[in-house]
């Protein structure tokens, strides 16, 4: 949109050359012909004089001419007085000519000739009316001199002629050049105005437009602007520029409101902002703005002020230079009031510190009291054995029965607070997460239940796994519970085989991902034909001493799978069962992979 | 830095035998195994020097004709199990039969009787200790291993291995790793 | 076996524990001397002290007030006058990355604690066995490792 603009002022910058120029052409142009009326109307001025004193002179020479023929025919000398005043007059009239001749050689040297023979007519007059006092008429002197009177009469009269002749030839000449001129002037001059008058009318035509356009965008501007204040106040923000070349800032309504006051109230300076910051920002903040000037860019700054009322706000900016139109550059930059989230960011950390307390004390409360019950229960087990040993034959039946359910029962506590430690152990804090050979771990796992395994012959096959990044300790526990879960809940009708497989998936692709965290994920496989279960408990069964039969069917705490379900949630995965009663049971493992 | 050894028992054992019996000036011939033909009658109290003597590298005089049998037993099944070589196909009962020329069941049962552990039992203590030697030079894989101790497969070994010390395979290797760790942090 | 005494010392805070285990080597028909003490702090003062006699085979508890059995073990471990000493971690049950813990420490063998009379003379006879064995047959202490 500038750029158009600014062609546009070139346009009219252009136009107004152009018209300035037709203008000064026209000037010049109408100059010139006013020059050429006026000179040629001088011209025939000069012409008409010169004619008129020609004919003046041939007047005066006629006069004198008359003046003669009346003294010959009357000899009164009063008719001799126009042939000695013609004289003078035709001198006079000479000169004048003179004057007007000056200029023009042709002319002059014609009038010279005029003159020797004016002259010589004189002569001719005196001649004649000297030899007048014989008066005799018939004289042949006096008839010759009277016949070269008229000649020479004649002949000034043809010089006359001629040069009048000369004169008006040049004068048509140089009025037909003029004419020639004057014709086109105006045509010229009238092109030349109408097209100026076009040219004036497209520069109008864009200036129109462009207003009509600047308008339009100043209307934007302005609901923009509106908007963007309504924003600031929305999400607490404000804004500034700074031209670093004048050193003169502009600030937003709303960084006015920031600071606790109301819009433009005071000056936008430096000093003026400093007021509100802070006492300890002040100095760091001072660095900063010192940095702005020199860098590009201003990385986020974060400091406090202080309201007028004594409300501390934090703040952060962040600013850019960028270079405007006249090539200089000003700095933009946003400030947001970050003072609520500061404060539920402080508010959550302290939550939290809380929460992680309470689990910590959980946590060794857990560990300890499973860890410290297991020594007087042990020692109730080994005094039994002891009694059992060496006092067998002292006692009754009854005694020995009893013994026997003390056994039990406290072989039963030792299960579940072995279970419970083992839970406890498998939180995540300060466990470490290597990269493990999975198939070693299941190889451990299967020889902490060798004996098992080869008392009821059971079969294990699996996938090679590949290495993963995991607690091994853990990953080597989920693998003991789940073989000896499927081990424990074997058919009577056949001996256990368990199959363990293993696949990568693309997380989009399995169902059972609900809320993928990596696109890949491990998925492992174990399955068994033992006695499965229904599927109804499939969430159930990984439920916190939740078990779906009595420990007299089959031994157990119910802790065993909720520590396979807590392992695999350290290990931001799932774990899905599902069952087929009479016929097996399949526990799906899903592990994400960085 | 840290250097490895391969110890050769019965020449160290030789070369300390020759030592000594040069030192008491007793003159000798054919230093076999175990045994020393002794050119010279020694007294008692000749002999309870050359025994202190022999003390300060462990080395006993046996009286006993059991126990010298026994500690052959022992010997060749030493030899049997760390040879680098040859992986003997041959039953051990045979081998051992053959070497010291006698029944394997007099020799079990005499080494039963002195020894309270049987020879099987024997075998396995020297197989597994070899494979742990095996493990710390990290030279072989653990496939590898099984294969040179004539297991069937490495479950078979990690079985007697663990039946045996208590751990498997790999968290002995684990261990002795994290141990040269901190062998190095504290030097 | 041999005729000497093999020499047995348990440290063990709990009294019923240092009963059992007198008990247990009693019922035992195996030529053994076994001390017992009631805490590391009073096991490291009788190592230290001249006329001690060193036990061939030494049970640490783990949990004992004063010293720990992982402090007294790392103790032992860097005297070399001790080095002959064979360690057994005598405990109740640890998690398998402490077990193997106090096995990179040096102990050589790790015992948890049976909760029958009869499983506990038969480790420890067991242990005593092998040492013994390890002992006779010149075999490398370093790898010494028991779990049992």
């Known amino acids: 949109m500038i750029k158009t603009l600014s062609n546009n002022i070139s346009f009219l910058r252009a136009m107004l050359y152009i018209s300035a120029l037709v203008i000064l052409v026209v000037g010049a142009l109408t100059y010139r012909s006013v020059t050429e009326v006026t000179k040629s109307s001088e011209m025939i001025t000069h012409t008409y004089k010169v004619n008129v004193e020609l004919e003046q002179i041939l007047s005066y020479l006629k006069d004198a001419e008359t003046g003669q023929r009346g003294y010959i025919i009357t000899n009164d000398s009063v008719f001799l007085e126009p042939y000695l005043s013609a004289r003078n007059r035709i001198n006079n009239s000479f000169a004048e000519l003179k004057v007007l001749t000056k200029n023009t050689p042709q002319l002059k040297s014609k009038l010279i000739d005029v003159n020797t023979l004016i002259n010589k007519r004189l002569i001719a007059f005196k001649t004649s009316y000297r030899s007048l006092p014989k008066k005799d008429i018939e004289d042949p002197n006096f008839i010759s001199n009277f016949r070269n009177g008229k000649t020479l009469m004649d002949s000034i009269r043809d010089q006359i002629k001629g040069v009048i002749k000369l004169q008006n030839n040049l004068l048509n000449k140089r009025s037909d050049e003029y004419r020639s001129d004057l014709m086109a002037t105006p045509l010229l001059l009238f092109s030349l105005l109408l097209c100026s008058l076009i040219l004036m009318y497209l520069a109008y035509n864009s200036i129109y437009k462009n207003i009509k356009r600047l308008k339009i965008t100043n209307e934007e501007l302005e609901i923009f602007k509106e908007s963007t204040n309504q924003s600031e106040i929305v999400s607490k923000h404000g804004s500034w520029t700074w031209d670093q070349n004048n050193d003169v800032f502009t600030f937003s309504d709303n960084l006015y409101r920031l600071l606790g006051e109301q819009p433009q109230s005071f000056e936008p300076t430096i000093q003026n902002f400093m007021q509100y910051v802070h006492p300890e920002d002040v100095e760091q903040l001072s660095q900063q703005v010192e940095n702005m000037k020199k860098n590009v860019e201003l990385p986020y700054i974060y400091y406090r002020v202080v309201h007028k009322n004594g409300n501390i706000k934090h703040l952060k900016a962040y600013g850019k230079s960028i270079i405007n139109d006249e090539e200089e550059t000003v700095l933009l930059g946003t400030t947001a009031d970050i003072t609520d989230e500061i404060i539920s960011f402080r508010a959550l950390e302290e939550r939290n510190l809380e929460l992680e307390r309470n689990n910590q004390e959980l946590s060794s409360f857990n560990y300890v009291a499973s860890h410290d019950l297991q020594e007087p229960l042990r020692k109730i087990q080994t005094f039994l054995s002891r009694l059992e040993d060496e006092e067998a034959e002292k006692l009754s039946d009854r005694g020995t029965r009893y013994i026997d359910r003390i056994q039990n029962a406290a072989t039963r506590m030792r299960l579940l607070i072995d279970d419970l430690l083992q839970f406890s152990r498998s939180n995540k804090a300060d466990k470490v997460f290597e990269e493990s050979n999975i198939n070693l771990l299941l190889e451990a796992a299967k020889q902490d239940l060798a004996e098992v395994i080869s008392a009821e012959d059971v079969v294990i096959t699996s996938d090679a796994f590949p290495s993963m990044t995991v607690i091994p300790f853990q990953i080597q526990q989920l693998f003991v519970n789940l073989l000896g879960n499927a081990i424990k809940y074997k058919s009577e009708k056949r001996s256990p085989v368990i199959n363990i497989t293993h696949q990568v998936i693309e997380a989009d692709n399995d169902a059972q991902i609900t809320k993928p965290t990596k696109p890949f994920y491990h998925k492992i496989t174990f399955t068994d034909n033992g006695i499965g279960f229904d599927n109804e408990y499939a969430d159930q069964i990984f439920v916190l001493f939740s078990r779906l039969h009595n420990k007299d069917e089959y031994s157990g705490t119910g802790i065993g799978l909720s520590i396979c379900k807590k392992i695999i949630e350290n290990h931001k995965g799932h774990i899905i069962a599902k069952g087929k009663p009479g016929i097996g049971a399949t526990f799906i493992i899903y592990l994400p992979i960085d | 830095m840290t250097l490895f050894f391969k110890f050769d028992f019965n020449a160290i054992c030789q070369t300390v035998l020759e030592q000594v019996l040069n030192n008491n000036n007793i003159k000798y011939k054919n230093v076999g195994f175990g045994e020393i033909e002794v050119l010279e009658k020694i007294t008692p109290e000749k002999q309870q020097d050359l025994q202190n003597e022999l003390d300060t590298f462990n080395i006993e005089i046996v009286e006993n004709q059991k126990s010298i049998l026994v500690q052959k037993i022992k010997d060749t099944i030493t030899d049997m199990v760390f040879n680098e070589d040859t992986v003997v196909n041959v039953k051990s009962s045979v081998y051992l039969s053959e070497a010291l020329g006698h029944s394997y069941g007099y020799l079990s049962n005499l080494f039963s009787e002195v020894t309270y552990t049987s020879i099987e039992n024997f075998i396995i203590i020297q197989k597994i200790e070899y494979a742990k030697q095996l493990v710390i030079k990290q030279d072989l894989s653990l496939t590898e291993i099984a294969f040179k101790l004539n297991y069937s497969s490495v479950a078979h070994l990690s079985t007697q291995f663990k039946n045996t010390t208590g751990i498997t395979p790999t968290a002995f290797q684990r261990i002795i790793a994290k141990r040269r760790d901190l062998n190095q942090q504290n030097n | ?148």
């Open chain 3, 1 to 148: 076996m041999q005729e000497d005494y093999i020499n047995i010392i348990l440290a063990d805070d709990d009294e019923d524990d240092r009963m059992f285990f007198t008990d247990a080597f009693e019922d035992l028909k195996m030529t053994t001397k076994v001390q017992t003490f009631n805490d590391g702090v009073y096991l490291m003062d009788y190592l230290n002290s001249t006329e001690a006699t060193l036990p061939n085979v030494l049970f640490l508890d783990l949990n004992m007030p004063r010293k720990s059995g992982l402090e007294c073990l790392q103790e032992i471990k860097q005297d070399p006058k001790f080095k002959d000493i064979a360690i057994a971690i005598y405990s109740t049950s640890a998690s398998e990355e402490d077990i193997e813990n106090t096995f990179v420490q040096g102990a050589n063998i790790y015992i948890k604690k049976p909760s029958s009379f009869k499983k506990l003379k038969k480790v420890l006879s067991e242990v005593v066995t092998i040492n013994w064995q390890y002992h006779t047959n010149n075999m490398n202490k370093d790898n010494f490792l028991l779990r049992l």
